[in-house]
């Protein structure tokens, strides 16, 4: 097991009260596949990320349970220095604003190179040469000219291309994607998929994809963790997931999206809105938008039931999954 992540969760202090922004959130990750996280916004898939990563804002943010097992290490209980070894050569996370991310003054070469010098202790030439040789293997073209310019003068994919070589310059175990293909066309957001799920298979490393669209993980993903108000609500191989959800969310999620076999049917959606974290409903967070919300939902909080499917293990935070399974 790579990752283990177990009963993990993370509140802010914040002026409206104590918002629980992850609430018992468990996931495992192996050597050479890909857990997607979906959920819509501020349902704690970036949060929970960046308390694996150990880059969480504290405070106000502050991790209140739960461990992070990465290779049977604990990171809750290193010191930072002990951390930020980890982060970086062993765990690296490319974030979805790429513009933001990257230094606007220097160039991206000399960015992609701090990693071997302040890591391996690489002289600056040497550095930057294998940030050419990381530009190329990211299929940005004429890498040698380009490694000499700015973030400014690269497009949103080969921005965040950049951001790809850059997580996997010290080769580490386990890459953390959070909405790699946010505002980028369709074209590019494939192409971007399709370079991930490559080098994991070259690499062979663990790969954790946080999106809420449905479509860019369809065909990368090996299993789906759909979660909802700072929980996960279903958890499942991604084909069993997307054949027969166990959760009237993610059942909704995927009505949600537009098929071409529906054409001029109105499109469906969820009523209502998430919740605010400083007052999650009591029971189930989803029972105010379930069209199955019965009084059981309004009181009891339903844990992650167990699916039967033949050689794939499911879970579903449903009281009456095995209807919605049903359809």
Same mark, same amino acid.
């Given at each position: ?100 991310? &990257? ?169 209502? &809105? ?54």
């Amino acid at each position: 097991m790579l990752l283990d992540v177990r009963d993990l969760h993370v509140e802010f202090r914040t002026r409206d009260g104590v918002a629980r922004a992850v609430n018992g959130v468990s996931y495992r990750v192996d050597a050479g596949e890909t857990l997607a996280v979906l959920g819509e916004s501020g349902s704690g898939k970036s949060v929970t990320a960046q308390a694996v990563m150990g880059i969480l804002d504290t405070p106000p943010g502050r991790i209140t349970g739960g461990e992070v097992l990465f290779r049977g290490r604990d990171l809750l209980k290193l010191k930072e220095d002990e951390r930020r070894r980890v982060r970086g050569a062993e765990m690296a996370m490319i974030f979805q604003d790429a513009l933001s991310s &990257l230094n606007p003054v220097l160039p991206v070469g000399d960015q992609l190179g701090e990693m071997f010098v302040v890591h391996r202790g690489m002289s600056r030439k040497d550095a930057r040469a294998r940030a050419v040789e990381l530009m190329d293997r990211v299929r940005i073209p004429a890498a040698r000219e380009r490694a000499k310019q700015y973030p400014h003068q690269f497009s949103g994919g080969m921005r965040q291309r950049i951001m790809i070589a850059m997580a996997l310059a010290l080769e580490p175990a386990l890459i953390i994607a959070d909405e790699p293909t946010t505002a980028l066309d369709v074209t590019v957001q494939a192409q971007v998929m399709d370079l991930l799920a490559e080098l994991r298979r070259e690499y062979r490393m663990g790969l954790i994809l946080i999106t809420h669209d449905l479509g860019v993980v369809a065909d990368v993903a090996d299993r789906i963790a759909v979660m909802y108000a700072g929980r996960i609500v279903e958890s499942a191989p991604v084909h069993d997931l997307y054949g027969a959800p166990a959760h009237p969310y993610t059942r909704g999620l995927l009505d949600s999206v537009p098929r071409l076999d529906l054409k001029g049917r109105e499109l469906h959606a969820i009523k209502g &809105l998430p919740p605010g974290l400083t007052h999650i409903p009591p029971g189930c967070a989803f029972h105010p938008r379930c069209p199955m919300a019965r009084d059981v939902c309004r009181t009891d909080v339903p844990p992650l039931y167990g699916v039967a499917e033949p050689d794939a293990a499911r879970g579903s935070a449903c009281h009456f999954w095995r209807e919605c399974l049903d359809g």
